[in-house]
């Protein structure tokens, strides 16, 4: 009964891969996210969709394409791994209401060697 | 734009000492402010929240956090730390009003408890 799920949990991949992680969310929210964290455990938004749409892009870059085929799943392919795309990937979701609790899953650590 | 600060990245207490760990914000407007708790390899886990109300929040595990608005601080508290709190803890803060929740992360504290 996992809230947020997203496989794998952990990736080991070469340099110019490409690769997805897949996320979906069984609490019926209408906003999921992508987060990034970094070596030094710093989160920061990557992306968020409402309702399949996107409406939050963080300069990320374009080598990273998310894709949300309904609300209840938001998908992140990464084009041509670099080594410092290396970072645990968390999936989020939570209702688009201003103080809404956002729920994350366990997390996917990306390494690329 | 509104971002948090949180002083230390690490603090180490006693078993069964006060746990105190420091969150400051900043924000134009009124702030919805959260702490996450993070377990080695494992995702976020919501602690407490303050959004309206009671300035003081109780959350789980026995944690509770008190939101100052004079002092822009959101500091949360524990009386009694445990061994299994040893753990990452992140206080983030949203609420720019566009009705989409966009959380920023403080740079987090990591709990380190000794027997």
């Known amino acids: 009964d996992t809230a947020v799920s997203q496989t794998p949990k952990y990736l080991v991949t070469q340099m110019g891969n490409d690769k997805s992680i897949k996320c979906e969310q069984n609490?019926?929210?209408?906003?999921m996210y992508w987060y990034k964290q970094d070596s030094k455990k710093f989160l920061k938004i990557m992306f968020s969709?409402?309702?399949?749409?996107?409406?939050i892009n963080e300069t990320v870059p374009n080598r990273f394409s998310p894709k949300s085929p309904d609300k209840a799943h938001l998908n992140l392919h990464i084009n041509s791994l670099e080594l410092g795309d290396s970072a645990v990937y968390f999936c989020?979701?939570?209702?688009?209401?201003?103080?809404?609790?956002?729920?994350f899953g366990e997390g996917s650590w990306l390494t690329v060697v | 734009a509104q971002s948090v600060t949180q002083l230390g990245s690490h603090v180490s207490v006693s078993e069964g000492a006060l746990v105190l760990l420091r969150c400051n914000y900043s924000s134009s407007v009124p702030p919805y402010l959260f702490w996450y708790v993070q377990y080695p390899n494992q995702g976020l886990q919501l602690l407490l929240k303050y959004t309206t109300g009671a300035t003081l929040v109780k959350g789980i595990n026995g944690f509770e956090a008190e939101f100052k608005k004079s002092e822009t601080s959101f500091h949360l508290t524990k009386p009694s730390a445990h061994m299994s709190d040893a753990a990452e803890y992140f206080c983030a803060v949203s609420g720019e009003n566009t009705g989409f929740q966009k959380l920023v992360f403080g740079t987090g504290t990591r709990l380190l408890v000794s027997p």
């Open positions: 609490l019926g929210h209408d906003t």
């Open positions: 969709y409402n309702n399949k749409e996107l409406i």
């Open positions: 989020a979701s939570g209702q688009a209401i201003s103080g809404n609790t956002i729920y």
